[in-house]
T-cell receptor, first 112, second 117 residues
Framework: LAKTTQPISMDSYEGQEVNITCSHN???????ITWYQQFPSQGPRFIIQ???TKVTNEVASLFIPADRKSSTLSLPRVSLSDTAVYYC?????????????FGSGTQLTVLP | GAVVSQHPSRVICKSGTSVKIECRSL??????MFWYRQFPKQSLMLMAT?????????EQGVEKDKFLINHASLTLSTLTVTSAHPEDSSFYIC?????????????FGPGTRLLVL
């Protein structure tokens, strides 16, 4: 299973764009990159998933370079409620295993 | 998005008793469900992989006789913590692998807080 590396913590201010980068040098051909958000005492919430290039949905964008050895989650105009732990995970979503290995995550703190 | 529920949301029990936690995928069928445990200020740790109709696969260091998993249908998996002890107190989270629309990924339940006295 591919290992991921993320910054332990990040601070930002309301209204700013936040970019969290994740390294996954050992990503396999069949692996997808998925980002989750977790608030205290809650289960992780799916944010976005991608395989290559750029993916955008109503809450975030995911940028994946051609070598796929890293990815960047972009949160536009964050608010105080975006304070949470963000996990980058790499895994084969189509295979029978579908296992995901959680790293330490990034604690994002949005300040007023 | 897809919904995965867990019941109960929190439970307090005496040492030595057994506790059952249910995980349901409410709007999609999940052939595979996963059980995680999370201690305070730590990341999620995978305990076991549950496949419908077959035995669960446990991660190294997780006792299969202590953490009984039953995946009886495509929408329900249960985790039973047998003879619970205070060190089993933790936040237990399940996830279900499935496809909703064009998105195939894992969807997580809200978690169950277990406190063993």
């Amino acid at each position: 299973l591919a290992k991921t590396t993320q910054p332990i913590s990040m601070d930002s201010y309301e209204g700013q764009e936040v970019n969290i980068t994740c390294s996954h040098n050992n990503i396999a051909t069949n692996d997808y990159i998925t980002w989750y958000q977790q608030f205290p005492s809650q289960g992780p919430r799916f944010i976005i998933q991608g395989y290559k290039t750029k993916v955008t949905n109503e809450v975030a964008s995911l940028f994946i370079p051609a070598d796929r050895k890293s990815s960047t989650l972009s949160l536009p105009r964050v608010s105080l409620s975006d304070t949470a732990v963000y996990y980058c995970l790499v895994g084969d979503m189509t295979g029978s295993a579908r296992q995901l290995t959680f790293g330490s995550g990034t604690q994002l703190t949005v300040l007023p | 998005g897809a919904v995965v529920s867990q019941h109960p949301s929190r439970v307090i029990c005496k040492s030595g008793t057994s506790v059952k936690i249910e995980c349901r995928s409410l709007d999609f069928q999940a052939t595979t469900m996963f059980w995680y445990r999370q201690f305070p200020k730590q990341s999620l740790m995978l305990m076991a992989t549950s496949n419908e109709g077959s035995k669960a696969t446990y991660e190294q260091g997780v006792e299969k006789d202590k953490f009984l998993i039953n995946h009886a249908s495509l929408t329900l998996s249960t985790l039973t913590v047998t003879s619970a002890h205070p060190e089993d107190s933790s936040f237990y989270i399940c996830s279900a692998a499935g496809k909703v629309g064009n998105q195939e990924t894992q969807y997580f339940g809200p978690g169950t807080r277990l406190l063993v006295l």
